[in-house]
């Protein structure tokens, strides 16, 4: 079974930057991809950015490119969002997203706002 723990959220103001990260324990060896997904009130939850194990291939989300990074440290078993130029309407809760070979596993989430 494998858990995933977010930090790094928060209050940052328009033009700023943050940076998630997303710690996995388990069995690391069930994970294909991760992905970082966000939910504002009242929208439904999206991705933002997705990374595969094997390659590292990323995707991102047409309203991050250019804007956010995402990427891995195997040997830390941690995945990370850069989040730079953030704007008020990346306001939301992160949450970090194991695709693994018995189904899906999701975080907790972390809270991350924009200030204008």
């Known amino acids: 079974q494998v858990q995933l723990v977010e930090s790094g959220g928060g209050l940052v103001q328009a033009g700023g930057s943050l940076r998630l990260s997303c710690v996995a324990s388990?069995?690391?060896?069930?994970?294909?991809?991760m992905g970082w997904y966000r939910q504002a009130p009242g929208k439904q939850r999206e991705l933002v950015a997705s990374?595969?194990?094997?390659?590292?291939?990323?995707n991102y989300a047409d309203s991050v490119k250019g804007r956010f990074t995402i990427s891995r440290d195997n040997a830390k078993n941690t995945m990370y969002l850069q989040m730079n130029s953030l704007k008020p309407e990346d306001t939301a809760v992160y949450y970090c997203?194991?695709?693994?070979?018995?189904?899906?596993?999701w975080g907790q989430g972390t809270q991350v706002t924009v200030s204008s």
């Open positions: 997203n194991a695709n693994t070979i018995v189904g899906t596993v």
């Open positions: 388990g069995s690391m060896f069930d994970i294909n991809a």
């Open positions: 990374i595969t194990t094997k390659w590292g291939s990323t």
